[in-house]
């Protein structure tokens, strides 16, 4: 199973990381859209789950989100945010391969354990 974290703050990534690897997934890191982008373009292993942060310094989650859907179908992206905006599950409607909309604050072992769930299904 393999998960993308797709964050611009290295340490939270780094944090989010150690977490999913411990739920046995393999893990790749992206901090901007390019690099999300290359990411879903040159790996040879189907990426399961993206952790992504919707709030993107270096470009647009929802770019990543769209491009992974024609890369990788069958990926299930979980978003991340230290907002309210699309609280209303607006998201949902944006991008069909929405699985989860959580705070930034959720509990890292929470949120690996989502993304171990997801990967697996």
């Known amino acids: 199973m393999q998960v993308l974290i797709v964050e611009s703050d290295p340490g ?38 993206i952790v992504l942060n919707l709030f993107l310094t270096g470009g647009s989650a929802l770019a990543v989100s769209d491009y992974a859907s024609y890369r990788h179908p069958k990926a299930r992206v979980i978003f991340v945010t230290s907002t309210s905006f699309f609280s209303d599950g607006s998201l949902f409607a944006i991008a069909p391969n929405a699985c989860a909309y959580v705070p930034t604050h959720t509990r890292p072992e929470d949120l690996a354990a989502m993304a171990g769930h997801y990967a697996a299904s």
Do not use: F, K
Not at 24 to 38: K, Q
């Open 12 to 49: 939270l990534g780094d944090l989010w990381q150690r977490h999913i690897e411990r739920q046995g997934c393999g893990v790749l890191r992206a901090d901007s859209e390019a690099a999300a982008i290359a990411a879903l373009r040159d790996t040879r292993t189907p990426v399961n789950v």
